[in-house]
């Protein structure tokens, strides 16, 4: 079986079911969408485009719907004001690995 290509900003989860269902999620802060694409092996069966205005909610319902006993992600720290952005060296590009990815400033 041939690995799986991650999105270039986001997460891939696998399905409870194995046999090589996924969803991905990849973030384009370059049009305020956040797209949700389903996976059977290497081929997306379908796509779901959620503006970035609205992540905020779906975040809060799927929280709201966790069980009790399942413990959510802690909170990151927060870092405070931030006068300026934290960006790489022009040219310099950061390709995140699996678990690295985090949503746009």
Not at 52 to 78: F, H, N, T
């Amino acid at each position: 079986m041939s690995g799986y290509a991650l999105p270039r900003s986001g997460e891939v989860f696998f399905d409870a079911r194995g046999d090589g269902r996924a969803l991905r999620l990849s973030w384009h802060p370059d049009v305020d969408l956040v797209v949700l694409s389903l996976w059977n092996r290497e081929t997306c069966t379908t796509t779901f485009r959620l503006p970035a205005a609205e992540l905020g909610a779906l975040i809060e319902v799927l929280s709201q719907g966790m069980p009790a006993a399942v413990p959510g992600p802690a909170a990151p720290p927060d870092p405070g004001p931030q006068t300026v952005p934290d960006l790489l060296p022009e040219g310099e590009e950061h390709v995140p690995l699996t678990g690295q990815h985090h949503h746009p400033r």
